[in-house]
């Protein structure tokens, strides 16, 4: 009979510690991906990025060397870019993310910017964030509604929260005119604002 019990309290013994591992367990990987959630929520922050962090194919934009110098934007267009910054002296903006293996991304994001370094634009007037989604926290967040990735402004007048969608208008003019104009005609149109 004594048998009998000591075998019956280890069996409930070993049944509690097996559940109370297993919501222990439990309790573990909830903890770890509340944690982790938290972490992830504070990280969502975009991150500039230089041309030159950029061309030296930092972690996320191994494609932007070689497609960057496979554009080539007419010639003209860049000059006009140019000799319009000098006037007006704009700003870009551009939301880009680093490792999508998207067409556009890996081509209309190193055109835009080829065309404003063929423009002359200095990089301290070209201003790269790079993102993973479009809900990221970046610092022109009360003033530019970001639709998709890459996006690409003109900053046209900061105090009165007046910028051009540069790539929006692309997509426009594509649509309009069919191969009629590259990146390069949408950004010197926007300095012409």
């Not at 048998?3 to 591992?21: A, G, P, T, Y």
């Amino acid at each position: 009979m004594q048998k009998n019990f000591l075998r019956f309290f280890k069996s409930i013994f070993l049944m509690d510690m097996k559940h109370l591992l297993n919501k222990v367990f439990i309790l573990s990987v909830l903890i770890f991906f509340i944690a982790s959630c938290e972490e992830f929520q504070t990280d969502r922050e975009a991150v500039r990025k230089t041309i030159s962090e950029m061309l030296n194919g930092t972690i996320g934009f191994e494609w932007f060397p070689y497609e960057y110098s496979n554009y080539k934007p007419d010639s003209n267009i860049c000059k006009q870019i140019d000799s319009l910054w000098k006037i007006k002296r704009y700003n870009f903006i551009v939301f880009v993310n680093p490792s999508c293996n998207c067409t556009e991304t890996e081509k209309i994001f190193p055109s835009v910017i080829k065309s404003l370094k063929m423009g002359n634009v200095p990089d301290s007037s070209i201003f790269v964030y790079s993102m993973m989604n479009t809900s990221f926290s970046h610092p022109f967040r009360n003033k530019i509604n970001i639709k998709s990735l890459p996006s690409c402004f003109t900053e046209i007048d900061s105090s009165n929260a007046i910028y051009y969608s540069c790539l929006d208008t692309l997509k426009i003019y594509q649509v309009k005119y069919p191969g009629k104009y590259r990146i390069e005609h949408i950004l010197a149109t926007s300095l012409e604002k």
